[in-house]
C-alpha cells in the first residue's frame, strides 16, 4: 500500500494563481520528498524536507511538514502553464532498510 | 554530467515473452531503483540494488528479476510477461543509499500485447 496520499487527485487553476498540495503518510519518516513528472517522464526531485525541519523554500516552491499530524503541504506561488504536471510526495520510513514510498499524485493543470 | 539513461525507450511484447530493461545510473551513484508505474496506480516500488546486491524488493512476483553489475547499471527482467505488466518502467539512482534524493530516467514503456 502506498505510505503517501496527495490530495486533491487534480487539481486546475489559471496562471498566476497559487497551487497547494497535501500530503499525508501512516509511519513516522526521516525525510519527505517532492517530485514532479511531466507527462509520461521521469520524476524530477524538487525539494526535500527532513523531519526535524517545518518549512522549505526553493524559488517558488514553499514545503511545510507537520510532523505530529503526518501531513505535509507543496505550495507553488505565481503558477506557470510550464508547472502543469503530476506532483508526488515520498516518504523515507524510519523503520528497516528502505527506500521511498511514492503517493499517487496530484495531477497539476496551469490554463494560460 | 550525463542523467540516469535507459534503453529501449520503447518495448512491445507478446504474452509469456520476456523482457529485459536497461538503465545506467548517474556516474558515481551505486545506488540503482526500479519501479513500475501502471495507469492509474502511481509509482510501485520493485527493486533497489545497492553496490551490486539486492537491498530491497517490493511486493512483486519473482519473474521480475534483476541485477546490478561491477559498473552499477543494471537490467530489469520481467519473464512470463502478463498483459497488466504494461507500465512505464522508471529506473532512478541515488548517491546515497536508501532514504536520499533519487534522480529518474525517463522510463522505458512496455507494452505487452
Known amino acids: 500500500s502506498q505510505q503517501g496520499e496527495e490530495d486533491p487527485q487534480a487539481l486546475s487553476i489559471q496562471e498566476g494563481e497559487n497551487a497547494t498540495m497535501n500530503c499525508s503518510y501512516k509511519?513516522?519518516?526521516?525525510?519527505l520528498q517532492w517530485y514532479r513528472q511531466n507527462s509520461g517522464r521521469g520524476l524530477v526531485h524538487l525539494i526535500l524536507?527532513?523531519?526535524?525541519?517545518r518549512e522549505k523554500h526553493s524559488g517558488r516552491l514553499r514545503v511545510t511538514l507537520d510532523t505530529s499530524k503526518k501531513s505535509s503541504s507543496l505550495l507553488i506561488t505565481a503558477s506557470r502553464a510550464a508547472d502543469t504536471a503530476s506532483y508526488f510526495c515520498a516518504t523515507a520510513s524510519v523503520s528497516g532498510y528502505s527506500t521511498l514510498t511514492f503517493g499517487k499524485g496530484t495531477m497539476l493543470l496551469v490554463s494560460p | 554530467e550525463a542523467g540516469v539513461t535507459q534503453s529501449p525507450t520503447h518495448l512491445i511484447k507478446t504474452r509469456g515473452q520476456q523482457a529485459t530493461l536497461r538503465c545506467s545510473p548517474i556516474?558515481?551513484?551505486?545506488?540503482v531503483y526500479w519501479y513500475q508505474q501502471a495507469l492509474g496506480l502511481g509509482l510501485q516500488f520493485l527493486l533497489w540494488?545497492?553496490?551490486?546486491?539486492?537491498?530491497n524488493r517490493g511486493n512483486f512476483p519473482p519473474r521480475f528479476s534483476g541485477r546490478q553489475f561491477p559498473n552499477y547499471s543494471s537490467e530489469l527482467n520481467v519473464n512470463a510477461l502478463e498483459l497488466e505488466d504494461s507500465a512505464l518502467y522508471l529506473c532512478a539512482s541515488s548517491l546515497l543509499r536508501g532514504q536520499e534524493t533519487q534522480y529518474f530516467g525517463p522510463g522505458t514503456r512496455l507494452l505487452v500485447l
Open positions: 556516474s558515481g551513484h551505486t545506488s
Open positions: 524536507i527532513r523531519s526535524n525541519e
Open positions: 540494488y545497492d553496490e551490486g546486491e539486492e537491498r
Open positions: 509511519t513516522s519518516i526521516n525525510n
